[in-house]
């Protein structure tokens, strides 16, 4: 079944609705599965559009925003977590291929030296981002004070984890 693009158009117009502010003109449009979300359950909706004073508009905005922040945030801190596995399993094989190529060596003197290199292969803003989550996120310390160090030693610690 193929549809044409003014019946998504209609169907995507059918399942938002419009927020007005009744002193600037100013028009939100919010999902249908928002109303109640936003408080506005007990508006009134004429032709899918409903009015407010602009106190009431202003918080619905505002509410608006900060789910959007919330889910920016939560996306990003996905990436960032994503990325750190990612580093973490990556300098895990980088032990286990060390200890293949050298049985019965000293992995912990060499772990550090195997993850150096890790960084060269991934894209640096997966880098930054792991190492954000390290810092951040898994508390890996002050950044001022040790950088990128502290990913470097944690990445070394899972390198050296490697059997």
Known sequence: MKIKLSELKQLIKETMVDV????TGEILEIDDE???DLGLGNAT???RTTQLPP???ERVEKQLDDIERGERRK???IHQEAAYE???SMALDAGNDWLADNPGGDLEGVARDLVVGLEYGVDPEEWEAANDYFMWDLGGGDFEEYGEYNLLDALADAAAEAQ
Do not use: C, M, S
Not at 20 to 23: I, K, V
């Open 20 to 23: 007005l502010n009744t002193e």
């Open 55 to 57: 106190e009431e508009f």
């Open 34 to 36: 928002q109303i109640a």
């Open 45 to 47: 909706f004429y032709d």
């Open 75 to 77: 996306n990003i801190e």
């Open 86 to 88: 990612k580093l973490r």
